[in-house]
């Protein structure tokens, strides 16, 4: 377990069913990742069941941010790895509630840290949609570089959306 004093990064555990289905089927969140039909409870049920957490057969590692308290307030996510090239892609989501506190900024800290020190990773990559302020904001605030734009990357309900590709280098 990865902590530090706001927050700790754990592996997702069966109780973590109901976040991780609100989250999925957030259809606000949809256009920033790869779905586009609801998930199950049993589909995710299952996921969670059969999840390895090996890293590097996975090539895609999901960790709960849990406050000191207890409470499960979103997720990050590494994925798309290359063992190749020791890259790897993070996602982030942290429920409204508690969204501004902080919560996002130290939970990327603690990855990156994980990420360099236990899993050898040399990059860390994220693909933020244009106009996602906070988003942009929260990857400049932790050292990643804003290194590219990736025009029309995206379909959404309002049509095709670029995205900024931020990097960090561990």
Known sequence: ???????????????DLDLMYLIENDTELWPLGQASVPFSHFALKQYIAECSNDFFND?????????????SVGFVDLQNYSSL??????GIVVVPE???????????????????????????????????????????????????????????PEGWQSVVVFQQIL
């Open 98 to 156: 508690q969204q501004r506190k902080g919560l996002a900024t130290e939970a990327l800290r603690l990855l990156a840290g994980y990420a360099a020190k236990h899993l050898g990773i040399h990059q860390l990559y994220a693909l933020v949609p244009e106009g996602n302020d906070a988003s942009i904001a929260l990857f400049r605030k932790c050292g990643y570089k804003e290194t590219a734009t990736l025009e029309g990357w995206l379909k959404s």
């Open 85 to 90: 090239h020791h890259r790897a892609e993070v």
């Open 59 to 71: 090539c895609q590692l999901r960790l709960v941010l849990e406050t000191l308290d207890g409470n």
């Open 1 to 15: 377990m990865l902590k530090s004093n706001k927050l700790r990064l754990r592996a997702v555990e069966p109780e």
